[in-house]
C-alpha cells in the first residue's frame, strides 16, 4: 500500500518538474506570465512533501513491506531515531534533498520578478528533474519486498550514538542545496549574455544563506565526529569531510568578490565562475558521497548511482565551461582599486580561497584518478594537506585581520595596522616561551591574536551596521576556530594502555583509574561500560563504553568526554575481557577543543546576522537600464 502510493507519488513529482521546466522556459523564451510555471513550481514542491511524508510514516509505523524500512528501521529504535532514519541511509536522504531543491525553487519563483528570474527557474528545474529522476528510477525507497521479514536492523548504529543526528544533516543539505540559487543566476546571465545584469543583492543573500547553513553543518559534522566516532579528532582530511570543505571555500571566495564587485562593478566573470563552481563541487561531493567511489565513515555504500551522477556531473561541467569559452570575449567594466584597499585585499583572498580549494580537490581526486588510469589504489594523507593547505590558509588570516581596517577605495594608514601587529607579535612571544609549539601553531596563534585584536578596533572606531556586526563576528568566529586548531593540534596528549581493575593511566596531568567494567545485554545491542575515577586536573568519572549490534555486525567504541575550561578529557575503551577484569583504555587531554565549536557557532551565527534585511528609510532609487543590478533585484 505504503510502496504504490509512494511510487506514484515519485512519478507525479518527476511529471512536475518536467512540467516546471519547460513553463519556466516558455516564461523566458517568450514573456508570457508566470502563473502557470507557478504553479507547477508549487506541485513539484507538494510531491517532494508527501514522498517524505509517507516514507516517514512508513518508518514511525514499521511498515516492513516497504525495502526502505526493512533495511534502516527497527521496533527497538527510539522515536527519536526513527523519524531521523529518514536521511539515515541513501534512499531516504534523496528524498530530504529533493523537498529542500522544491523549497528553495518555490521561494525564488515567488519572489518579485527580475530579468534573469525565468532562466534560473528553468535551471533550478533541471536539477531537481535529474534528481526526480535519479530517486525514481535507481534510488526509490518505496520498492516493496517479500515476504515481510518480522523486523528491521534499525539505522546504522553510528546515526543513532547522538541526538546531532537530527540536525547535522539537513543543515548540511540545506548548504549545499542552497548554492543552486547562485548557480542558476550564473547560468541564466550565461545564457541570456547579460553577466553585468546579475543582481549583487539577491546572489549575496542566497550564497550568505547557504554558507551559513554549510558552516552551521560542518561544524556540527566535526562536532559529532568528535563525541561518536571515538578516535578523538574532529577532522582529518577524509574524502568525504573534503567534500563539504570545497563548496564552502569557494562560496566564501563568491562573498568577498561580489562584496568587491558591488563597489567595482568588475570581477563580473570571477563571479559568474565561482557560483556555477561552488554548485558544481556539491554535485562531485555528491557523487563522492553516494556512488561509493570513496571509502568513508561518512560515505554512503556502494549504490548504482555513481554512473548517472558522474555522467550528470560532467555534463554540467561541459556546459559551464562552455557557456564561459562563448561569453569570454565580452567586455568587463573595469575600476582597479588601490592595491592596499579593501577591495584589492578581498579579492586576494578570494584569489586564496580558491587556490585552497584547488589544493584540497586535487588530493581528494587524486586516488580516484590513479585507480581509473592505473588500476592501482593511491592514498593522499593528512601530511598532503598539512603541508600544502595549511599555509594558504595562514595567508588568509593575515589578510583577513587587514581588511577591516582599510578604507574603500584608498589607500591604506599604516597606523590602523599597529596595535594588531603587536598583539599577533606578543601573542607568538608568550606562547613561543611558554612552549614549542611548532611553527604552524605558533603562527596560528599569532594571527588569531592579530585578526581579533584588529576586528576589535574596527568595531570601536566606528560603530558597525548590523549587516557589517555580522561580518566582524564571523571573521572572529574564524579566528577563534584557528586558535582552537592549533592548541587542540600542538598540545593534545595521549596515552594508551591495558589496565587491570585497579590500575592507572596517566596523560598530562590527568590519571584514570579502572574500577569496574559492566557487561549488559538487551534487545538489539550488547555493551560492555567501563568505569574509570578521574584524578590530577580532573576529578570525577569517565564511562566509555563499547557496544555491538549483532544485527549489523557493528561494534561501536562510545566516548566519554568530560569538559574543562582548559579541554577535554577524552576517554575511550578499546577492548575488555570476557571475565570483565581488564580493559585496554585510551586517555586523551584535548587543550581548547572547546573553541572550534564555539569559532563555528560564531562564524554561522555571524553570517545568518548580516544576512538580515532591515526596512530601508531611503527612497527607493530605479537604477538606469544598464546599471549593474536589474529592476526588481532586492
Given at each position: 500500500m505504503t510502496g504504490g502510493a509512494g511510487n506514484i507519488v515519485l512519478g507525479a513529482g518527476l511529471v512536475a518538474a518536467v512540467a516546471t521546466t519547460l513553463l519556466w522556459s516558455r516564461v523566458a523564451l517568450l514573456g508570457v506570465p508566470a502563473r502557470l510555471a507557478r504553479a507547477a513550481t508549487w506541485a513539484t514542491l507538494a510531491m517532494a512533501a508527501a514522498a517524505s511524508g509517507l516514507l516517514e510514516a512508513a518508518l514511525i509505523g514499521h511498515d516492513l513491506s516497504v525495502r526502505y524500512v526493512a533495511e534502516n528501521g527497527g521496533r527497538d529504535v527510539p522515536l527519536y531515531y526513527?523519524?531521523?532514519?529518514?536521511?539515515?541511509?541513501?534512499?531516504?536522504?534523496l528524498l530530504l534533498w529533493l523537498l529542500i531543491l522544491s523549497g528553495c525553487a518555490v521561494v525564488l519563483g515567488s519572489r518579485r520578478a527580475d530579468?534573469?528570474?525565468?532562466?534560473?527557474?528553468?535551471?533550478?528545474?533541471?536539477?531537481?528533474?535529474?534528481?526526480?529522476?535519479?530517486?525514481?528510477?535507481?534510488?526509490?525507497?518505496?520498492?516493496?519486498?517479500?515476504?515481510?521479514?518480522?523486523?528491521?536492523?534499525?539505522p546504522n548504529p553510528l546515526l543513532r550514538e547522538h541526538p546531532a543526528m537530527g540536525v547535522h544533516p539537513p543543515?548540511?543539505?540545506?548548504?549545499?542545496?542552497?548554492?543552486?540559487?547562485?548557480?542558476?543566476?550564473?547560468?541564466?546571465?550565461?545564457?541570456?549574455?547579460?553577466?553585468?545584469?546579475?543582481?549583487?543583492?539577491?546572489?549575496?543573500?542566497?550564497?550568505?544563506?547557504?554558507?551559513?547553513?554549510?558552516?552551521?553543518?560542518?561544524?556540527?559534522?566535526?562536532?559529532?565526529?568528535?563525541?561518536?566516532?571515538?578516535?578523538?579528532?574532529?577532522?582529518?582530511?577524509?574524502?568525504?569531510?573534503?567534500a563539504s570543505l570545497l563548496p564552502w571555500l569557494t562560496a566564501t571566495a563568491l562573498l568577498h568578490t561580489l562584496a568587491a564587485r558591488r563597489r567595482t562593478g568588475a570581477l563580473q566573470s570571477w563571479t559568474v565562475a565561482l557560483a556555477c563552481g561552488s554548485f558544481l563541487l556539491v554535485l562531485i561531493g555528491t557523487f563522492l558521497t553516494r556512488s561509493g567511489a570513496v571509502a568513508s565513515v561518512h560515505a554512503f555504500t556502494a549504490s548504482p548511482l555513481g554512473p548517472m551522477l558522474l555522467g550528470f556531473v560532467l555534463i554540467s561541467v561541459a556546459v559551464v565551461l562552455g557557456l564561459l569559452v562563448w561569453r569570454?570575449?565580452?567586455?568587463?567594466?573595469?575600476?582597479?582599486?588601490?592595491?592596499?584597499a579593501r577591495e584589492s585585499v578581498m579579492t586576494g583572498n578570494a584569489v586564496l580561497m580558491v587556490a585552497m580549494a584547488a589544493i584540497v580537490l586535487t588530493g581528494t581526486l587524486f586516488p580516484l584518478l590513479v585507480q581509473a588510469v592505473q588500476g592501482d589504489t593511491a592514498t593522499v594523507g593528512p601530511g598532503y594537506f598539512n603541508r600544502s593547505a595549511v599555509p594558504v590558509a595562514l595567508l588568509v588570516l593575515l589578510l583577513?585581520?587587514?581588511?577591516?581596517?582599510?578604507?574603500?577605495?584608498?589607500?591604506?594608514?599604516?597606523?590602523?595596522?599597529?596595535l594588531p601587529a603587536a598583539a599577533g607579535l606578543g601573542a607568538a612571544g608568550v606562547v613561543g616561551l611558554l612552549s614549542r609549539p611548532g611553527v604552524p601553531p605558533?603562527?596560528?596563534?599569532?594571527?588569531?591574536?592579530?585578526?581579533?585584536?584588529?576586528?576589535?578596533?574596527?568595531?570601536?572606531?566606528?560603530?558597525?551596521?548590523?549587516?557589517?556586526?555580522?561580518?566582524?563576528?564571523?571573521?572572529?568566529?574564524?579566528?577563534?576556530?584557528?586558535?582552537?586548531v592549533a592548541a587542540s593540534s600542538a598540545y593534545t596528549v595521549s596515552t594508551e594502555r591495558q589496565l587491570t581493575v585497579g590500575e592507572t593511566v596517566i596523560a598530562s596531568d590527568v590519571t584514570a583509574r579502572l574500577v569496574q567494567v559492566d557487561r549488559t545485554a538487551r534487545r538489539g545491542e550488547m555493551s560492555s561500560r567501563v568505569r574509570l575515577e578521574l584524578g590530577g586536573g580532573a576529578n570525577g568519572r569517565s564511562e566509555p563504553a563499547l557496544r555491538y549490534y549483532p544485527a549489523r555486525d557493528l561494534t561501536v567504541s562510545v566516548p566519554a568526554i568530560r569538559s574543562?575550561?582548559?579541554?577535554?578529557?577524552?576517554?575511550?575503551?578499546?577492548?575488555?575481557?570476557?571475565?570483565?577484569?581488564?580493559?585496554?583504555?585510551?586517555?586523551?587531554?584535548?587543550?581548547?577543543?572547546?573553541?572550534?565549536?564555539?569559532?563555528?557557532?560564531?562564524?554561522?551565527?555571524?553570517?545568518?546576522?548580516?544576512?538580515?534585511?532591515?526596512?530601508?528609510?531611503?527612497?527607493a532609487r530605479v537604477p538606469a537600464p544598464d546599471a549593474a543590478e536589474p529592476v526588481g533585484a532586492a
Open positions: 526513527t523519524v531521523t532514519s529518514l536521511w539515515a541511509a541513501l534512499d531516504g536522504s530579468p534573469l528570474r525565468p532562466y534560473a527557474m528553468a535551471v533550478v528545474g533541471v536539477v531537481t528533474v535529474f534528481f526526480f529522476a535519479l530517486t525514481y528510477f535507481a534510488a526509490n525507497p518505496f520498492t516493496e519486498v517479500s515476504p515481510v521479514p518480522a523486523d528491521g536492523p534499525g543543515l548540511l543539505y540545506a548548504g549545499y542545496i542552497g548554492m543552486v540559487v547562485p548557480f542558476a543566476y550564473g547560468v541564466a546571465a550565461l545564457l541570456a549574455g547579460r553577466t553585468d545584469r546579475l543582481s549583487v543583492g539577491l546572489m549575496r543573500r542566497w550564497t550568505l544563506a547557504a554558507w551559513a547553513l554549510l558552516t552551521a553543518g560542518i561544524t556540527m559534522g566535526a562536532w559529532w565526529s568528535y563525541a561518536v566516532l571515538g578516535w578523538g579528532g574532529y577532522w582529518a582530511w577524509d574524502p568525504v569531510e573534503n569570454s570575449d565580452r567586455p568587463e567594466p573595469t575600476r582597479p582599486a588601490p592595491l592596499l583577513m585581520g587587514v581588511a577591516p581596517l582599510l578604507r574603500a577605495d584608498r589607500p591604506a594608514d599604516p597606523r590602523r595596522l599597529g605558533l603562527a596560528a596563534f599569532a594571527l588569531g591574536a592579530y585578526v581579533l585584536t584588529g576586528l576589535l578596533q574596527a568595531a570601536v572606531r566606528q560603530r558597525p551596521s548590523l549587516r557589517r556586526s555580522g561580518w566582524l563576528l564571523a571573521h572572529a568566529g574564524i579566528a577563534v576556530v584557528a586558535i582552537g574543562r575550561i582548559s579541554g577535554d578529557v577524552y576517554t575511550t575503551v578499546l577492548a575488555t575481557t570476557p571475565d570483565g577484569t581488564e580493559a585496554t583504555v585510551r586517555l586523551a587531554v584535548n587543550p581548547l577543543v572547546g573553541l572550534v565549536w564555539l569559532g563555528g557557532a560564531l562564524t554561522a551565527l555571524g553570517a545568518a546576522t548580516a544576512a538580515i534585511r532591515l526596512p530601508s528609510r531611503r527612497r
